[in-house]
């Protein structure tokens, strides 16, 4: 592919290793993603195929403060962990994330791997809490991404 690329075709697209990604926060949130929004110069939001293998997570639970994301469901099948609730995703299902929403996050429950699609907002800045690990990463593009205790974090009012 050139520095232009304008086009991923559905060949370069099988070829493409993807980049192994795990989270800081979860071991067992692992994957293989390939960025196609990176690889065509997209720079507002991002657009990923993700593969994840079996009883593995997508990523910690989490909400932004700043950017809606969503997944869609390519093949296999998996858990939807959204707030409080679980609900079962396979292939054709939708899930939509809106910004200061529920705490999310997906694991795959099948015997194959479950790839989906997963498309999300990128700001300058953003806010993302982790509800179960009661953290709160604060995002700058540019600068270090830095995660605090939620109780350290204090109203200092305007």
């Known amino acids: ?36 929004g990176d ?18 997570d997508t990523t910690e639970p989490h909400y932004h403060f700043r950017e809606d994301e969503c997944v869609y469901i390519l093949s296999g099948q998996g858990v939807a962990h959204i707030g409080d609730e679980v609900v079962s995703v396979s292939e054709g299902d939708f899930l939509g994330y809106r910004k200061g929403g ?33 953290k709160r990463m604060f995002r700058t593009k540019g600068l270090p991404w830095n995660v605090v205790d939620q109780s350290d974090i204090k109203d200092r009012g305007r």
């Open 1 to 36: 592919m050139s520095e232009d690329t304008y086009l991923v075709t559905r060949a370069e697209i099988e070829q493409l290793e993807g980049a192994p990604k795990a989270h800081f926060l979860n071991p067992n949130a692992q994957c293989v993603n390939k960025s196609l």
């Open 102 to 134: 529920l705490a999310h996050g997906l694991k795959n429950t099948g015997t194959g791997v479950l790839r989906c699609i997963v498309v999300g907002e990128r700001h300058d800045t953003d806010v993302v809490d982790y509800p179960a690990q009661h």
């Open 39 to 56: 690889l065509t110069g997209l720079t507002g939001f991002g657009f990923h195929i993700m593969e994840v293998q079996p009883g593995r």
